[in-house]
């Protein structure tokens, strides 16, 4: 409390850069003691609704309030306002009538298509809000049209400027639906690319036009559940129109699309997010399918220390896969469980992407033809998939190294390798898997055909197999000097790292070798092939140990 009324005091007051005075205002907003005739520059002296606040013209320094014991009908839009790098525009709460601003003021959009709209505007700073997006019976206010968007949070340009310095944290958002309950999708809807009907959205960033530029977002430290598609997207007009972009600490739950999607886009840091059930179907207005996250046509992305897990739907819906048209995308530190889809997923025209240090469990356990399920959950998959009808090619050059995979004996591991694929390297992983392992066609909207698989470009040697049958004789490519063994995870088919900490040090301890360059590849990986740390931080001693765990820095 002293902390907040602290803060407040200081946005009461004129704020000074150099020699140019910037005279700041902090304007109130509570529906309950509030009034829209008020002046709202005091909280007891407070706007009463977000209409009034949407009349404001905001300008560099200005603070928007809102109060935490509140429930404000409809949107908020802040459109063609500008803050400055020293000076951003805030958009927060405040504790009213001594009510702690830890409990968030709350944004009911039922009548609205946005809970937040951030149009053509720059050095918006939001935190601290909850926000409600649901339909309503009257459906008076919506246009009528294919893919209307319903969204927690919008931020959009559509004229040719840059857009930069969005910034948002600590927001709840939840139950975002475009239907009104009881809609029922039609049950082909979840086999469309992304779906071609009308959802709720929670966090959707768009650069809209060719020749616009958005640049330095932060999604951080937020909560968004119960969602009918996907729960933060963000996507490009044009390639990289959108960098400089870092999703952390945040937690998504119960989408009906994928936890997040990102095209089009670079320079990008995911990091530290827990994403859990996304393609839920548990209401028949979410479209049911969708992987924890995956990213298309975008390159410099790093997506480490997250966590994906129980994603449903019967095609997709990996823990974290890399579609086509991206480059330089390294997945490191992830831990993966329970995913129908799978778990390494390299699809066409992807060039140096990695999966490396990461911990895999019980993923790609659907089986084509079972309950809907029009692909087959997989294992490993490098895919030429570029686009229905187009010619497939690639991946170039995918380094998998350093993980560790467990597959319990119910389930048939997986393995697809497009013949279009080139440059592979595939070392010092472990393979734990109990069962029988198979090779199956890359499959979706038309399966890739069988043909002969270049192996001139593939580093595949010093892995530790469970045993003989971790690996099928009918796969395409094969270890050259596999190790077989139990690493004796210290609890295999947990949920929690420390489940996989090996204890067979005759096997796992220093029997790694050092990643090279595949054959023809000049690059490699932009932020190095070495890794100086295991999944835990640990300190990688001498030679790499196997799998994602380094046992010599475990006390």
């Known amino acids: ?68 014991n509140s429930v404000f009908e409809g949107g908020l839009s802040l459109i063609n306002i500008h803050g400055t790098k020293s000076d951003p525009v805030i958009i927060t709460s405040y504790p009213d009538n001594l009510i702690s601003d830890e409990i968030r003021p709350v944004i009911n959009a039922k009548g609205s ?108 430290n937020t909560r968004i559940e119960n969602v009918a598609h996907t729960g933060i997207k963000i996507l490009g007009k044009h390639e990289s129109g959108i960098r400089n972009i870092e999703i952390a600490n945040n937690e998504l739950i119960a989408t009906g699309g994928p936890g997040m999607m990102f095209g089009r886009v670079g320079d990008m840091h995911i990091h530290h997010n827990t ?32 966590r994906f897990t129980n994603a449903n739907g019967p095609g997709d819906s990996a823990g974290a896969h890399i579609d086509f048209n991206c480059s330089n995308v390294v ?42 399920a029009f692909q087959e959950g997989k294992t490993f998959w490098l895919s030429g998939y570029v686009g229905k009808g187009n010619k497939r090619n690639g991946p170039y050059n995918s380094y998998f190294y350093n993980n560790t995979i467990f597959v319990n004996e119910d389930i048939v591991s997986k393995i697809a390798i497009a013949k279009e694929a080139s440059g592979v390297l595939i070392s010092n992983n472990i393979f734990y898997v109990m069962g029988s392992s198979e090779y199956v066609k890359g499959d979706q909207y038309r399966p890739e055909k069988e043909g002969h698989f270049d192996s001139r470009n593939v580093i595949f040697e010093n892995n530790l197999f469970y045993s003989q049958a971790s690996w099928s004789e009918q796969i395409p490519i094969q270890d050259i000097a596999p190790l077989f063994g139990n690493p004796e995870f210290s609890n295999p088919g947990d949920t929690d790292i420390k489940g996989y900490i090996p204890s067979n040090s005759e096997l796992i301890k220093n029997k790694g070798i050092p990643i090279q360059l595949i054959p023809d590849d000049t690059i490699g990986l932009k932020i190095g092939l070495k890794v100086e740390k295991d999944i835990l931080g640990n300190e990688i001693i001498d030679l790499p140990d196997m799998g994602a765990i380094e046992l010599n820095s475990i006390k």
């Open 1 to 68: 409390m002293i902390r907040s009324l602290a803060v407040l005091l200081v946005l009461l007051f004129s704020t000074y850069c150099g020699s140019r005075e910037i005279h700041t205002t902090t304007y109130y907003v509570s529906a309950k003691s509030g009034n829209d005739s008020n002046s709202g520059l005091s909280p007891t002296d407070a706007f009463k609704t977000l209409g009034k606040a949407n009349l404001l013209s905001l300008k560099p320094g200005d603070s928007l309030l809102l109060a935490s």
């Open 331 to 372: 997945l490191q530190y992830n831990f993966s469980a329970n995913n129908a889809g799978g778990f390494c997923e390299i699809l066409g025209n992807n060039y140096n992407c990695s999966y490396r240090y990461n911990i895999s469990v019980n993923d790609g356990f659907r089986i084509k033809g079972v309950d809907g």
């Open 113 to 220: 298509l946005q809970g937040i709209l951030i149009e053509n505007s720059s050095f918006i700073e939001i935190s601290n809000i909850e926000i409600i997006a649901d339909a309503k019976s009257d459906r008076s206010y919506i246009v009528e049209e294919t893919r209307q968007k319903r969204c927690g949070l919008m931020v959009k340009n559509t004229e040719p400027t840059a857009l930069e310095h969005i910034y948002i944290n600590n927001l709840y958002i939840h139950d975002i639906f475009y239907q009104v309950p009881g809609f029922k999708r039609g049950a082909k809807e979840v086999r469309t690319s992304n779906g071609t009907q009308n959802y709720g959205w929670g966090i959707y960033v768009v650069n809209g036009h060719e020749k616009a530029e958005m640049s330095d977002i932060r999604i951080a």
């Open 275 to 306: 994403i859990n059930r996304s393609g839920d179907n548990s209401d028949t207005r979410k479209w049911g399918r969708g992987s924890g996250l995956w990213t298309w046509g975008s390159n410099d992305v790093l997506i480490e220390h997250n």
